[in-house]
């Protein structure tokens, strides 16, 4: 016969995927963000279509502004951090998806591009981290 198994009670502990630190890092980003006044008008924006863009975030600003917010996460502030992290082409991809979300009102609102880092240290919110010249 064989070696009996032994339960010790408690299951091994499970990592968390990076869709759900990601999903973390989003509602941290969002709740912030609704405490400094700002309203969720969009979650997860995608355009249709491969090759498209995504925003975490589109809020809209007390002064009526439409906010489009990229949130990052890291563990740590290593190779510059989670902000630094919103290259060039990351940029590029956000504001393809900012002219389609635009697109579909009817009067352009005033805008901005705001990046919200989370790391070990807490959250940065960087207002106006990038423009979509």
Not at 43 to 71: H, K, Q, S
Not at 78 to 90: D, F, L, P, Q, Y
């Amino acid at each position: 016969m064989g070696i009996p198994l032994v339960k010790t009670g408690s299951a091994p502990a499970q990592r968390s995927t990076t869709k759900q630190l990601g999903d973390q890092a989003e509602a941290l980003a969002l709740a912030h963000l609704q405490r400094a006044g700002l309203r969720l008008l969009e979650r997860n924006y995608r355009t249709p279509g491969r090759g498209g863009g995504e925003i975490d975030l589109i809020m809209r600003a007390a002064d009526g502004t439409c906010v489009f917010v990229e949130v990052r996460q890291r563990a740590s502030s290593r190779h510059g951090g989670a902000a630094a992290s919103v290259n060039w082409a990351k940029q590029k991809r956000i504001v393809f998806a900012a002219r389609h979300y635009l697109m579909r009102l009817g009067t352009l609102p005033p805008c901005r591009f705001d990046v919200v880092a989370v790391q070990a240290g807490g959250i940065e919110w960087l207002a106006g981290a990038f423009e979509a010249g």
